[in-house]
């Protein structure tokens, strides 16, 4: 069983707020991503990062940023919540098989 | 890049398998097919890869046709907690992301 988690599950917040989505993976995966989902919609590829100090653009053009000081850490920071960024947003790791992602239950975002 | 077609929707009876196929005519000799799957509202489950060869675990079984140019999952006996999309990828990245490309899947619903 995969061992990836997401907080917070829920966040509805403000516009302007300065948001953190944590994700953390205890299976030591040096691969980790941030996928983004509409409602209905496909998972698109935002961030990802290979290791420790490594962090890249995904195919979908994010204002969201991230951080990967620690291997099983990679939080993804929004400095000013909008409308717009409201979806739900899933977090995934692999190892040495990078196409083999177990992914977390995801947060849900709702900016008002 | 590889694209893959899927039916958009199945249904299923309860204990019965669940053959789901599909196309994937423009793939090439490297490159593997990835099944996961995505039960409503959270993160999508890694279910089982192959090249050529048909692939089995304790989820599923992966039939990949001599000239690769389709494939079918097979949950041999469906419950009502497969109900579920269900994403054929195709590893397609050229840049070594490991993005997946998820599409739009093959929702299959499991009837009692």
């Known amino acids: 069983e995969a061992d990836i988690y997401q907080t917070p599950r829920y966040l509805v917040i403000g516009t302007g707020k300065k948001i953190t989505l944590e994700c953390s993976q205890t299976m030591g995966h040096d691969k980790m991503y941030w996928y983004q989902q509409d409602p209905g919609m496909e998972l698109h590829l935002i961030h990802y990062s290979y290791g420790v100090n490594s962090t890249e653009k995904g195919d979908l053009s994010s204002e969201s940023t991230v951080s990967r000081i620690r291997t099983e850490h990679f939080p993804l920071t929004l400095e000013s919540a909008r409308p717009s960024h409201t979806s739900q947003y899933l977090c995934?790791?692999?190892?040495?098989?990078?196409?083999?992602?177990?992914f977390g239950p995801g947060t849900r975002l709702t900016v008002l | 890049d590889a694209k893959t077609t899927q039916p958009t929707s199945m249904d299923c009876a309860e204990g019965r398998a669940a053959n789901l196929p599909c196309n994937h005519s423009?793939?090439?000799?490297?490159?593997?097919v990835y099944w996961y799957r995505q039960i409503h509202s959270q993160g999508p489950q890694y279910i089982i890869h192959g090249l050529k060869n048909n692939e089995t675990n304790e989820m599923a079984s992966l039939i990949i046709t001599e000239d690769r140019k389709s494939s079918t999952l097979i949950l041999p006996h469906a419950t009502l907690r497969d109900t579920a999309v269900y994403y054929c990828?195709?590893?397609?990245?050229?840049?070594?992301?490991?993005?997946?490309?998820f599409g739009q899947g093959t929702t299959l619903q499991v009837k009692p």
């Open positions: 990828i195709v590893r397609v990245d050229r840049s070594n992301t490991g993005k997946l490309i």
């Open positions: 995934a790791s692999s190892g040495f098989y990078r196409y083999t992602q177990y």
């Open positions: 423009t793939i090439s000799g490297n490159e593997y």
